[in-house]
C-alpha cells in the first residue's frame, strides 16, 4: 500500500504541465463523449488525497464518485486482491466457481435490511445490477411496467438510460429508448410548491394517483427507487414518501427496488440508506463503494424472488470476478474494523455545521438555497440571491475555485446547480476541514 501523506499540496497551476501533456494525448486516441471533471492524471491516491503526475496532492471530496470510500489504497483492499491476484484471475463463476463469490453474497445478506431469506448475484457495474434486477423483478411478476421517479438515475446502458430522468448528457442523441418505463413525481422537499413538509404526503399521493390512473398497478414488475438521489441532486425524499411507495408495492404485488448503488455501504452513515425510515425492499442493488474501487455490483433480494430466475437466466462473463470479490470482502472488513458508519456521521456533523456557518456569514451565503444529505453524502443547491432559481453558473465556479486550490469537488443535479462532496469516509479531520476552509474562500472568488 502507497503511504501518501495526508496533505494539500499546490506545486503547479492546476492541471500542470505532465497532466496537460497527457490530456493532449488521451484528446487524440480517447473518444470525446469520455468526459473528466478535472483532467490531473493521477498517479496515486489513498486515504484523503489524490497525488497528481505533476506531485499536487488534492483533497479528495468526490471519492471518484462515491467508491472509494475506505480509500483508493485501502490496506485490507490491497492485501486481499492482490493475494487473489496470485491465485487466479478469472475462471468465470459459470464455469467453476470460487469460494470469494459465496462469501460476498453471504455478507449481503447478512448487511442488507431485513432477517428475511436473502439471495444475490453479482455483476460489474451499476447499470449492469440495475438491468437484472428489472429482469428478476419482471419473470417474478409476469409483468412489465417499471416505474422510476424524477431526478432518478440508474445507468448508462439501453434500458437504465430509459430509467434515468435527465437528458443532457445522459440520453441526449441516444434513443431510442428500451419500453415501458414510466416517471412519476418525487418527494423533492426543497422544490415542493406547498413546502417540504407537505412534500412527503403530496408526492408519494400523486406518484400512486399517476401509476393507478396511466399504468394500471397490476401491470407493475418493479417500482425503482434511490433512497437518497445521486446524480439527480443529493435529494432525500420527504419523510414519509418512501414508506408510502414501499407499502403501495407490497399492496400491489409490485417489486420494490432500492437501487442503493450510490448511498449504500456506510456513505449515509447507515449500511444502507433505505434504513433511515425501516424500508426494507424487497431488492436492493449495490456497486460504487462496494469493492473500494474494483468493478463489482450485486442484485440482492427476497431468496423467493432472485429465484424466480431460471438456471442460466442471470450472470456474465466477468460477474463477481474474483479479485473484485477479495477487494470486496476487503473493504467490508476495513468499513467493519474502522467503523465506516460513524465516521460517515460524523462527516455529516463536521460538514453541515460548517456549510450553515458560511450560509449565514458569507456576503454571498444566500446563495446557498439549500443544505442537504446524510453522512458523507452532503450537498449545498445553488440559487440566485434571493430567489430559488438554480445557478448554475455559481456550481461550475465554486468547482473551478476549488481545484484551482487543490480540492476536487464535483458537481450534480437536474440543474447543474448542486455542489456534492463525497469525502472517502477514511478522511481525517483537519483535511476535512482544510478542504472546507477552500470552499470558504472560493465563495470569495466567485
Ligand atoms: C452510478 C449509479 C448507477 C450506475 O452505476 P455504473 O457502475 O456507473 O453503471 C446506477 N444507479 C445509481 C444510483 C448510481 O449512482
Known sequence: MTEIPQERRVVTAIPGPKSVELQARRLETVAAGVGSTLPVFTARAGGGIIEDVDGNRLID???????????ASAEAVVRRASAQLADFTHTCFMVTPYEGYVEVCEQLA????????????????????????????????KRTAVVVFDHGYHGRTNLTMALTAKNMPYK?????????????????GYRWPTG??????EASAQAIDQINKQIGAENVAAIIIEPVLGEGGFIEPAKGFLPA????????????????????????GQWFACEDEGIVPDLITTAKGIAGGLPLSAVTGRAEIMDSAHSGGLGGTYGGNPVACAGALGAIETMRELDLNGKARRI????KGRLAEMQSKLDNGDIIGDIRGRGAMIAIELVKSGTKDPNPQAAADL???????????????????VLRFLPPLVIGEDLLNEALDVIEQAFGRI
Open 172 to 188: 441526449q442523441g441516444f434513443g431510442p429508448f428500451a419500453p415501458e418505463v414510466y416517471r412519476v413525481p418525487v418527494a423533492y
Open 245 to 268: 411507495i414501499a407499502q403501495f408495492a407490497k399492496d400491489n404485488g409490485i417489486v420494490f427496488v432500492a437501487d442503493e448503488i450510490q448511498s449504500g455501504f456506510c456513505r449515509t
Open 61 to 71: 471530496l468526490g471519492s471518484g464518485i462515491a467508491v472509494t470510500s475506505v480509500g
Open 399 to 417: 468547482a473551478k475555485a476549488c481545484h484551482a486550490e487543490g480540492v476536487l469537488v464535483l458537481t450534480c443535479g437536474t440543474y447543474g446547480n
Open 110 to 141: 447478512e448487511l442488507t435490511p431485513g432477517d428475511h431469506a436473502k439471495k444475490s448475484a453479482l455483476f460489474n457495474s451499476g447499470a449492469e445490477a440495475v438491468e437484472n434486477a428489472v429482469k428478476i423483478a419482471r419473470i417474478h411478476t
Open 196 to 201: 417540504a413538509e407537505n412534500a412527503g404526503a
Open 348 to 351: 455529516e456533523e463536521v460538514m
